[in-house]
């Protein structure tokens, strides 16, 4: 990899951001996971089992999004960074998405009349669009905010403290509204509340983020034809590529299990009922996880540490093999659920922070800031992950006959939930696990990335200072 000589000196000294800083940068991570919880979890349950949708058609629907975000995400990734090269901010995008996507989720979880699947599809892309206008500009910002190796896992860290909250936020759902609607199962009213909340939270937070947190450091205006640019960026950027790689095999297991976790703990082990519990109650070991990950990363490297996430992940995931329905599902289902939360929480610290380093990489290489691009690559990443990987499961389990309509399931339909829902997942976790520990940029290596930008950012400010000099009359 071409990431020439380090020089001799240590890299420089960065400023740590404040606390409030980080929290106001945390508290759309918050919202935005809140809105997007049905997505990843229990929309394609709730479309399946109360709408009337066959698991094909919603097989189908995520399918077609993903496709769509193949284009939709890096046009807005370079829309973003041409706004920013030229206003210096990124903060108008996360208004204008938040407001885009609390209209269309209000339609996609609160959907009137007749469902089919063109419905579904409809509103779920305009969904998909207003998400990635906000959120992609929002990941970008963060490898702005600071170029030390370090403060970049503080910073993935406060951001996946408050995706993680968010989450709690929309599984504790309905919990705290059992006492009102008489249940403790997702429910298309659970939908409806969880909309009326985000229509609130999300422009809120995206308020706060803009009026506390900076701008971060001054955009380089791109040479020559932006868009060729922002292309040649991509194509030619090795360690970009690697990393999609490995971000997309890893998260793939992660993609095929939410798709299928309702049907796993509803349609198998028949806790439905529990299943709101089930869900919020590894994430407080998540949150407790994600300091420790933090200053793991800190201390020993970004990507060791997520290889070692990964790798414990692929292992407790075979573990739902040998859960079977009866009284001790629960109990063993739980063990389950809270190691392998506090293995997963590694990524979202880990994986962004990484990606700020590529951004480096980028600069130093193509000569400007391509961050938009490349972390709309890494929000693509994961929705492809979500949806093709959602897609993905459901099509084995109801190609091997599993159907979420019938209370006993047949032998060969169980066989394709668990090599969906444990099996493949596992390989996934542990093939990415061998990538990532193998990834090239390294704590020095990143390090002199750095100065070699200032090196040439200050030699590029002397030429201009001397071409002005000597144009003077």
């Given amino acids: 990899m071409e990431l020439g000589t380090p020089a001799p000196n240590p890299a420089p000294a960065r400023e740590k951001l404040s606390r409030r800083v980080l929290g106001a940068y945390a508290a759309p991570a918050f919202s935005q996971s809140f809105l997007m919880g049905p997505a990843i979890s229990v929309l394609q349950g709730i479309y ?62 609160v959907p009137g009349g007749k469902v089919t699947m063109l419905s579904f599809l409809a509103w779920f892309l305009l969904a998909d669009v207003g998400w990635s206008m906000s959120a992609v500009p929002y990941a970008a910002w963060m490898a702005e905010l600071t170029e030390d190796y370090g403060e970049r896992s503080r910073i993935a860290s406060w951001r996946a403290l408050g995706t993680y909250l968010g989450m709690g936020a929309f599984f504790g759902m309905p919990l705290a509204l059992g006492p009102v609607l008489g249940s403790t199962e997702f429910t298309p009213v659970t939908l409806r509340f969880a909309a009326i909340f985000a229509a609130v939270a999300l422009p809120l937070t995206a308020a706060i983020a803009v009026v506390v947190v900076p701008n971060g450091a001054a955009p380089v205006r791109p040479a020559g034809n932006p868009l060729k640019g922002s292309v040649r960026a991509v ?36 806790l439905g009922p529990k299943l709101s519990a089930l869900l919020i109650i590894s994430l407080p070991v998540a949150i407790l996880a994600t300091p420790v990950w933090g200053a793991l990363c800190r201390r020993f490297g970004k990507q060791q540490m997520w290889a070692a996430g990964y790798a414990g992940a692929g292992l407790v995931a075979l573990g739902y093999l040998f859960i079977s329905p009866g009284p001790l599902a629960a109990i063993w289902l739980t063990l389950t659920l809270l190691l392998l939360n506090a293995l997963v929480v590694v990524e979202p610290i880990a994986g962004p922070a990484v990606l700020a380093d590529i951004v480096d990489y980028g600069r130093w290489r193509f000569g400007a800031d391509h961050g938009g691009m490349y972390f709309a690559l890494y929000g693509m990443i ?92």
């Fill in 235 to 270: 194509a030619r950027n090795r360690p970009l590529l690697l990393y999609v790689a490995m971000f997309a095999i890893g998260g793939l297991g992660g993609g095929m299990g939410w798709g299928l976790v309702f049907f796993y703990i509803d349609g198998y082990l028949g």
């Fill in 48 to 109: 399946g089992k109360y709408f009337g949708l066959s698991l094909q058609e919603i097989a189908l629907v995520l399918l077609i999004a993903r496709v769509f975000n193949g284009f939709s995400d890096p046009l807005i990734g370079f829309l973003s960074d041409a706004y920013r090269a030229r206003h210096g901010s990124r903060k108008p995008w996360l208004i204008g998405g938040a407001v885009v996507a609390v209209v269309a989720c209000w339609f996609l979880y």
């Fill in 382 to 473: 994961q929705k492809i992950n979500i949806g093709i990987g959602a897609a993905i499961g459901l099509a084995i389990a109801g190609t091997f006959g599993f159907d979420a309509t019938v209370a006993t399931q047949s032998p060969r339909g169980m066989l394709g939930l668990m090599l969906a829902f444990s099996v493949l997942p596992a390989v996934s976790y542990l093939v990415a696990a061998v990538m990532v520990w193998r990834f090239p940029i390294t704590r020095k290596r990143q390090q002199a990335i750095v100065r070699a930008i200032e090196r040439r950012e200050r030699r590029l400010q002397g030429d201009a200072v001397t071409v002005v000099t000597g144009s003077a009359p």
